[in-house]
T-cell receptor
């Protein structure tokens, strides 16, 4: 089956530092990847849609300069939280859509828990 | 923006009982999907139902879709302690950008042994 990994699975950082989270599709190529944010006991909020080789499309209210997304290859997308602050602490989940699949197919990563001190 | 509303927000049942969760949405959809999430983990895809379908089964799962009421329900029969998790519905709209999903608020299910 299609597997999506995220690295790291958890990270603790100091306020003001930047943190990079990787999302990889391990056994398929993904032209589109999605980044979600989830607060404790809350739903997933779509942050942005990442397309390989082009700029990401951000949802309304998501700061593109704060959450930098790079989708440089068909198997890797990265989310960089710049100048992180405690309010950025959250669970970040990515998903990937295989290049040759219907638009309603997505495979989710296991998530990355970010804690900003 | 989140468009799904789920109820109940939390549900506690005994093992062996059935669990029913409901989801309502606001806009026209292409399909509706249900996911499970164990605490602190990623999402597991359970079932997808298309807008032209009314009911779908997968093992102990039964999903219905009523597009006139813009609602869906997920029934888990003969529940097990291992079914304890949060359950989310997610909708994919027509003509959306690359298939993005909009998630509901989720139902936290607790199955007591």
């Amino acid at each position: 089956g299609a597997v999506v990994s995220q690295h790291p699975s958890w990270v603790i950082c100091k306020s003001g530092t930047s943190v990079k989270i990787e999302c990889r599709s391990l056994d398929f190529q993904a032209t589109t990847m999605f980044w979600y944010r989830q607060f404790p006991k809350k739903s997933l909020m779509l942050m942005a849609t990442s397309n390989e080789g082009s700029k990401a499309t951000y949802e309304q209210g998501v700061e593109k300069d704060k959450f930098l997304i790079n989708h440089a290859s068909l198997t890797l997308s990265t989310l960089t939280v710049t100048s992180a602050h405690p309010e950025d602490s959250s669970f970040y989940i990515c998903s990937a859509r295989p290049a040759d699949s219907p638009r309603d197919t997505q495979y989710f990563g296991p998530g990355t828990r970010l804690t900003v001190l | 923006s989140q468009q799904g509303e789920e109820d109940p927000q939390a549900l506690s049942i005994q093992e062996g009982e059935n669990a029913t969760m409901n989801c309502s949405y606001k806009t026209s959809i292409n399909n509706l999907q249900w996911y499970r999430q164990n605490s602190g983990r990623g999402l597991v895809h359970l079932i997808l139902i298309r807008s032209n379908e009314r009911e779908k089964h997968s093992g102990r799962l039964r999903v219905t879709l009523d597009t006139s009421k813009k609602s869906s329900s997920l029934l888990i029969t003969a529940s097990r302690a291992a079914d304890t998790a949060s359950y989310f519905c997610a909708t994919a709209a027509f003509y959306n950008q690359g298939g993005k999903l909009i998630f509901g608020q989720g139902t936290e299910l607790s199955v007591k042994p």
